[in-house]
T-cell receptor
Framework: DGGITQSPKYLFRKEGQNVTLSCEQN?????MYWYRQDPGQGLRLIYY???????QKGDIAEGYSVSREKKESFPLTVTSAQKNPTAFYLC?????????????FGSGTRLTVV | AQTVTQSQPEMSVQEAETVTLSCTYD???????LFWYKQPPSRQMILVIR??????QNATENRFSVNFQKAAKSFSLKISDSQLGDAAMYFC?????????????????FGKGTLLTVNP
């Protein structure tokens, strides 16, 4: 079945470490997105990519980095510059480049700083 | 920038009853898309319903329907015959209709969510 796979489901990071969250899709979608979810905050856009080798900052990109070397993959790195990384991270993709038909989401990664 | 407001942090409904979740949004555009997403305890986001702003007819999907009031910038979700499996966080989202010209026009902007409890 087609879908989006996020791994790991739970991730623990020590202070000062970089960690990478994986997102893979087999839907042949062009666009991919990373959102952060905090309690009471809804979903906030971190980065998005419309095509391979291109990506744009969203509303809260500071302390994060991404790459889009393959259409299927859009990994997110949470760097040590992100001061409050504990959150739930959701990856999504959409048909074409526009998202007019909505997104398909992965099941998320819970990141905790220890 | 567009904003989406869900004024009800929590709602509850009795099983088999009807409940309406509110959503308002702020935009200067005339062409856009609106969505309702459901996030159950598994935290998997599921698309419930989609509305295109140029269509006056309210979207429906089985027990889920919307009341789209364009002039009032309101997009409420009605759940009929509520079931225990409807218990979830519900998010309203907005997407600009400015096409795929790049930039952030096509991102989804989400409200903060409404937590729905269904009582047996």
């Amino acid at each position: 079945d087609g879908g989006i796979t996020q791994s790991p489901k739970y991730l623990f990071r020590k202070e000062g470490q970089n960690v990478t969250l994986s997102c893979e899709q087999n839907l042949n979608h062009d666009a991919m997105y990373w959102y952060r979810q905090d309690p009471g905050q809804g979903l906030r856009l971190i980065y998005y990519s419309q095509i391979v080798n291109d990506f744009q900052k969203g509303d809260i990109a500071e302390g994060y980095s991404v790459s889009r070397e393959k259409k299927e993959s859009f990994p997110l790195t949470v760097t040590s510059a992100q001061k409050n990384p504990t959150a739930f991270y959701l990856c999504a993709s959409s048909i074409g480049t526009g998202g007019a038909y909505g997104y398909t989401f992965g099941s998320g990664t819970r990141l905790t700083v220890v | 920038a567009q904003t989406v407001t869900q004024s009800q942090p929590e709602m509850s409904v009795q099983e088999a009853e009807t409940v309406t979740l509110s959503c308002t949004y702020d935009t200067s555009e005339s062409d856009y898309y609106l969505f309702w997403y459901k996030q159950p305890p598994s935290r998997q986001m599921i698309l419930v319903i989609r509305q295109e702003a140029y269509k006056q007819q309210n979207a429906t999907e089985n027990r889920f329907s919307v009341n789209f009031q364009k002039a009032a910038k309101s997009f409420s979700l009605k759940i009929s015959d509520s079931q225990l499996g409807d218990a979830a966080m519900y998010f309203c989202a907005y997407r600009s209709g400015k096409g795929n010209s790049g930039g952030s026009n096509y991102k989804l902007t989400f409200g903060k969510g409404t937590l729905l409890t269904v009582n047996p």
